[in-house]
């Protein structure tokens, strides 16, 4: 039986850890994730996801600040780890853990590399319009997701797909994947494959201005970008000073006219924006102070929105 410690952090990473839990084949000895954030409106002190579901299993938990103090390596040489499992852990590993287990550390990314290395890489996926993503299970280097790759599968993206559903069904995907491929690791069947060169795209941090719309691109990459951004960081735009959310729209082909993007139209009593190509429907939008409401409800309140213009910024 593998003596094997799991790090990970957000909601992603809980279904690898429980797949690993209910395992035979593996001796989850400890569980190390990042430090307690405060969180919500109320910036109430909450605990990684990984944690509350490793507490609710009785594991043992490390939190420290950084991997890089020799109290941290301490600790995991104390648990005395065949391998290390991460999974969105969120910091970067030295080479004092990544040669720390026997046969080192094993990584569960949400692409398939070497496309979009990187901390965003289902946001990116979807935003290039990519017609597929999955999963790569690779054994970790000192690089940004240059590991040589274990097992990869890949998923079409939906036509419809979020940010929010792909990243269940990547979690998902990855922890099916975890169990058997670390065996096959471990046992040697599975041998690490170097990354290809070619084809290497980055997906880096994504910050809330990231979110800005740039009405002058045409409806289709607008659409990849709210679906991608859903729901962080968010979409959003400006109308008469104040921050509107798009939170869901779709794409119409037809030209409205308005030789200026970002121009709010009444179509068919649905609220639409002019963009560089096409016009972007209004489904769902979030106005400052205010609930979500559908395009239709904000033009029946908002009756003279139309001829307005959103902005940027």
């Known amino acids: 039986m593998a003596r094997v410690i799991f790090m990970g952090t957000p909601d992603f990473a809980v279904p690898s850890l429980l797949r ?38 009785a594991i043992s938990v490390f939190q420290p600040e950084t991997l890089r103090s020799s109290e941290a390596v301490q600790q995991l040489e104390a648990w005395m780890p065949d391998v290390i499992v991460v999974v969105a852990f969120g ?27 990187g901390a965003a890489p289902i946001q990116y996926a979807i935003r290039a319009g990519d017609s597929e993503t999955g999963i790569t299970i690779m054994k970790m280097d000192q690089g940004l997701d240059s590991g040589p790759i274990i097992f990869q599968e890949a998923v079409p993206i939906a036509a419809d797909e979020t940010g929010e559903t792909l990243h269940d069904k990547l979690a998902d995907l990855g922890a099916k994947l975890l169990p058997d491929t670390l065996d096959g ?29 740039d009405w002058t691109q045409p409806a289709r990459l607008i659409d990849h970008h709210v679906r991608a951004y859903t729901p962080w960081p968010g ?65 029946s309140g908002h009756p003279g929105s139309a001829g307005q213009v959103l902005r940027s910024g």
């Open 235 to 299: 979409t959003h735009t400006i109308l008469n000073g104040e921050t509107i959310k798009v939170i869901a729209g779709h794409v119409e082909t037809d030209e409205l006219g308005y030789p200026l993007p970002g121009t709010l139209v009444a179509v068919e009593g649905n609220l639409a924006v002019q963009t560089g190509v096409g016009h972007y429907v209004l489904d769902l939008i979030q106005p400052a102070g205010k609930k979500p409401m559908t395009g239709q409800s904000y033009l």
């Open 91 to 117: 910091q970067i590993l030295r080479s004092e853990v990544l040669d720390l287990p026997p046969s080192g550390c094993i990584n569960v990314h949400a692409s398939l590399l070497p496309r979009w290395r």
């Open 20 to 57: 690993l839990l209910e395992d035979p084949r593996f001796d989850l000895v400890g569980v190390v994730t990042q430090p307690d954030r405060p969180a919500g409106r109320g910036r109430t002190l909450t605990a990684p996801a990984v944690k509350q579901a490793a507490q609710r299993h």
């Open 185 to 213: 690791y471990l046992r040697g069947t599975l041998i690490p494959t170097p990354q290809s060169e070619e084809g290497i795209t980055l997906a880096p941090t994504l910050r809330k201005q990231d979110g800005e719309i």
